[in-house]
């Protein structure tokens, strides 16, 4: 029995697709659903005839805004594939996929290369440790280049890039591939659904020989096994070649790259077959392991193991996405909802087709389902077996750096506004909703001005509820520029009965990132556990700094010296004196107002790149770099990200609507003290 379990969880792969906006994901899915047999006809982004972009302003926008998963078969191996959004906006959506998938399948545009979000998602996948693929799509546009592709790949990603195809024609000519690693050449008729497997032609017989040499020598560089081979017979078996192949992908020592056209339906099922030939099943990658350093293997057989990634309300009701990492689950199950403590109950599982479902019975190891009947499941949650309980580490989230208010019509849709806000919350954990203290306005936060009018929109469509919306403003943080030592503080309260009393002398100093806490206290001065309250004290001072009442970050608190009482200390004295201690220390400090910044790349005429350039410079931009592309000039700069509401329209109008641009945070810098800024939250 543990044989054929084996056997199935070998043959299932888990991946994702990922890319920046526009270099050809959804379509990639789409020919995949197709090659698959999953679908009967391709459906197109332009025609809004998508699987996976299935939402109605998915399709209004064209571009994918929610992950998306789907399942199919190629080669007897089942592939649950997630479809990932390419917009920063909705990178926290990525993040909660990255963490569920074993495998990831690159898109870069073979004219573009790597952008600026094909670097960012890159940079997640690695974080997760993700085993990659590279697909250089396009190669049917003016201006492809699949050797320029591959440059930028190693230049600004810094993979090993192991090409195993080379094009056979170019631009409108493309028309197949010669396959590297059993040298044959691919061949897609004008109209054809399927390749030909030809002999290599005679034209491209040494280049092909060339560039099978060249991946030879840069696989034996990188792996022991095939260098023994290679040193001895002066070249790699297909066979060997091929398992050195998996194996690099798997280390992450190196990055298998093939290309192709997916809008023409060039290069998909070699794609296929080298997701099914080289990206791990759930048996090639390490247990899951529990934040107490528990391992669960990836056994059906195993107690249930399974991670919450998503959630969604649809009009039949609430679904939550979950990984199964061991164990298996069945209809009618108790499960322990280990957040929130308490047991759920699986009403049903499905299989997912975007927004398509088909029912099953049971859902085991490896498998990416969606069940109804969860009520207290979060994105980030995790699913266990009552009698073997365990916590998975949840996706993190990301802080939000754009806030708008939101404010109802009528009377009757403000009862219903923070019914709805919740659960947009609940659907993508990188909203969040609260009232202003100061105002009483209603803000929401999120990740950009496209996150915020796609979560608005929802209000409206999803909802029907009838809302204004403010202007938008960033969410600044301050920090220590120069701190303040031996600020002391006594906390002393006596109004009957037991008092409070707690001292503290504390030192802050300046961090470059996030917050540091330590003790310098000698002699048991102040006892271990107050030592712990000072420091849970000092952390709530730092939702609220003296600038504006933004959050704190950057700096380094420390505690030197202090004083107890016999009868009075207490752990909530200690608290209080550590939050107002510290409160009373940022005033004294040399406060800095940070802003949050993006990396911005400007793609315009090269007629137009002067006006660009000042209206940039006009936006406190700093450009840091520039060049010339296929005709148009590329330009890359650091700008506030309050500086750009509004840019689209006006970079538009600046170039005629030839102009584009992407963002990329980048993390937070000093800014201008405004009173817009200082004017609290």
């Not at 032609?201 to 092909?208: N, S």
């Not at 528990?294 to 056994?299: H, I, K, L, V, Y």
């Not at 202007?471 to 109004?495: F, L």
């Not at 003790?519 to 600038?547: F, H, I, K």
């Amino acid at each position: 029995m543990r044989t054929a379990l084996d056997r199935h969880l070998t043959a299932v792969r888990n991946l994702g697709i990922l890319a920046h906006v526009d270099a050809g994901k959804t379509t990639l899915t789409e020919r995949v659903l197709y090659a698959t047999g999953t679908t009967h006809r391709r459906g197109e982004v332009h025609d809004g005839t998508t699987v996976t972009d299935f939402d109605p302003q998915e399709r209004d926008r064209g571009i994918t805004i929610f992950a998306a998963a789907v399942s199919c078969t190629w080669d007897g191996h089942r592939i649950n594939l997630i479809d990932t959004p390419g917009h920063v906006d909705f990178a926290d959506e990525v993040e909660r996929s990255l963490r569920v998938l074993d495998g990831a399948v690159a898109v870069f545009d073979a004219v573009a290369g790597v952008e600026p979000q094909s670097e960012s998602v890159w940079r997640q996948a690695d974080r997760h440790g993700v085993p990659r693929i590279a697909f250089v799509n396009k190669l049917d546009r003016a201006g492809a280049d699949l050797d320029a592709a591959v440059a930028s790949i190693r230049d600004r990603l810094h993979p090993a890039p192991l090409v195993v195809q080379l094009p056979i024609g170019t631009e409108d000519g493309f028309t197949g591939v010669v396959d590297l690693v059993r040298m044959r050449a691919l061949i897609w008729a004008e109209g054809a659904e399927t390749a030909a497997a030809r002999p290599v032609p005679p034209d491209l017989l040494d280049e092909a020989r060339r560039r099978r040499q060249l991946l030879e020598e840069a696989v034996a560089e990188l792996h022991p096994q095939a260098l023994e081979e290679f040193c001895s017979a002066a070249g790699l078996s297909e066979r060997t070649l091929s398992a050195a192949l998996r194996d690099l992908t798997r280390s992450g020592d190196g990055v298998v790259v093939l290309c192709g056209s997916a809008y023409r339906n060039r290069g998909i099922e070699p794609l296929l077959d080298a997701v099914v030939a080289y990206l791990p099943s759930p048996l090639d990658v390490p247990p899951v392991r529990g934040t107490e350093g528990e391992e669960r293997p990836a056994d059906p057989q195993a107690p249930l193991a399974a991670l919450a990634f998503k959630v969604s309300a649809t009009p039949t009701g609430r679904l939550t996405y979950v990984r199964l990492y061991s164990g298996t689950m069945e209809k009618g199950d108790t499960v322990w909802e280990a957040g929130a403590r308490r047991t759920e109950r699986i009403g049903r599982i499905l299989r997912v087709q975007a927004d398509r479902h088909a029912q099953v019975d049971r859902a085991v190891a490896g498998d990416i389902v969606a069940v109804v009947g969860l009520k207290a499941a979060r994105a980030g949650s995790t699913l266990c077996a009552p009698d073997a309980p365990l916590v998975l580490e949840p996706p993190g989230v990301a802080e939000p750096v754009v806030t708008v208010a939101v404010e109802a019509r009528t009377s009757i849709d403000a009862e219903r506004l923070a019914t709805a806000l919740a659960r947009l919350a609940e659907e993508d954990p990188s909203l969040v909703a609260r009232t202003d203290p100061e105002t009483g306005q209603t803000v929401l936060s999120g990740m950009g001005e496209l996150h915020l009018e796609v979560a608005v929109e929802k209000l409206r469509r999803g909802h029907g509820l009838e809302v204004g919306v403010g202007r938008p403003r960033v969410t600044y943080r301050e920090t220590v520029g120069r701190g303040v030592a031996g600020h002391v503080h006594r906390h002393v309260k006596q109004d009957g009965g037991a008092g409070q009393f707690a001292h503290v002398v504390l030192d802050v100093e300046p961090l470059e990132d996030g917050f540091a806490f330590r003790s310098a206290v000698v002699g048991g001065r102040v006892p271990q556990e107050y030592v712990r309250a000072v420091e849970a004290g000092c952390r709530d001072a730092l939702t609220e700094g003296p600038l504006g009442g933004h959050p704190v970050t950057g700096l380094r608190v420390t505690l030197t010296d202090g004083a107890t009482h016999v009868k009075d200390s207490s752990e909530t004295a200690f608290r209080t004196a550590g939050r107002n201690g510290l409160r009373e220390a940022l005033r004294g400090c040399a406060m800095v107002l940070l802003e949050p910044v993006v990396e911005v790349t400007v793609t315009v005429p090269e007629d137009a790149v002067g006006g660009v350039l000042g209206d940039l410079a006009a936006r406190r931009g700093r450009v840091t770099g520039s060049r010339t592309r296929a005709g148009s000039a590329v330009v890359t700069a650091t700008v506030p990200l309050a500086e750009l509401f509004g840019y689209a329209t006006r970079l538009r109008s600046r170039t005629q609507g030839r102009g584009t641009f992407t963002a990329r945070p980048t993390g937070y810098a000093p800014a201008p003290v405004t009173p817009a800024a200082t004017a609290g939250r």
